[in-house]
């Protein structure tokens, strides 16, 4: 992970700039912070004075919040989900909320990002993560 914390995604193996869906950034530099936040910005936003969406995280409470730019609408929310069996396991398990008109795999990009960032394995220089379409590129 470099210092400007940016994640780019493609569509399909590419990584030519034609090819951007979006792109993320971590709105604050603390590598030890147990709360994300992160602007994203769909391809055609090159100027990025204002985001499209942003995520709030917290992996102390195993939880996500995706809204509509820098509003307080609510787009995609993540919960952990608290079962006998998961917690028998020790295996744990993830509810994701993502209204019909909503892309589901931008959402479960924008999760896998968030996972990335507050992974304890930590991310490399570049990683990539292919779930269906999308192209995660962790640079």
Same mark, same amino acid.
């Given at each position: 992970?470099?210092?400007?914390?940016?994640?780019?995604?493609?569509?399909?193996?590419?990584?030519?700039?034609?090819?951007?869906?979006?792109?993320?950034?971590? /709105?604050?530099?603390?590598?030890?912070?147990?709360?994300?936040?992160? %602007?994203?910005?769909?391809?055609?936003?090159?100027?990025?004075?204002?985001?499209?969406? %942003?995520?709030?995280? /917290?992996?102390?409470?195993? /939880?996500?919040?995706?809204?509509?730019?820098?509003?307080?609408?609510?787009?995609?929310?993540?919960?952990?989900?608290?079962?006998?069996?998961?917690?028998?396991?020790?295996?744990?398990?993830?509810?994701?909320?993502?209204?019909?008109?909503?892309?589901?795999?931008?959402?479960?990009?924008?999760?896998?990002?968030?996972?990335?960032?507050?992974?304890?394995?930590?991310?490399?220089?570049?990683?990539?993560?292919?779930?269906?379409?999308?192209?995660?590129?962790?640079?």
């Amino acid at each position: 992970m470099t210092a400007h914390d940016r994640w780019q995604v493609f569509r399909g193996d590419s990584s030519d700039s034609r090819d951007l869906i979006f792109s993320a950034k971590r /709105s604050s530099i603390k590598m030890l912070q147990l709360n994300t936040k992160l %602007k994203v910005f769909l391809a055609n936003n090159t100027k990025e004075d204002v985001c499209d969406f %942003k995520v709030e995280g /917290s992996w102390s409470e195993d /939880s996500c919040v995706i809204y509509a730019g820098d509003s307080s609408t609510v787009v995609a929310e993540m919960n952990k989900k608290e079962t006998f069996a998961s917690n028998l396991i020790g295996k744990d398990r993830f509810m994701v909320t993502v209204p019909a008109n909503i892309d589901y795999a931008f959402i479960v990009a924008l999760i896998v990002i968030l996972d990335g960032i507050n992974t304890a394995t930590g991310v490399t220089d570049l990683a990539r993560v292919t779930a269906g379409d999308p192209t995660v590129w962790f640079s």
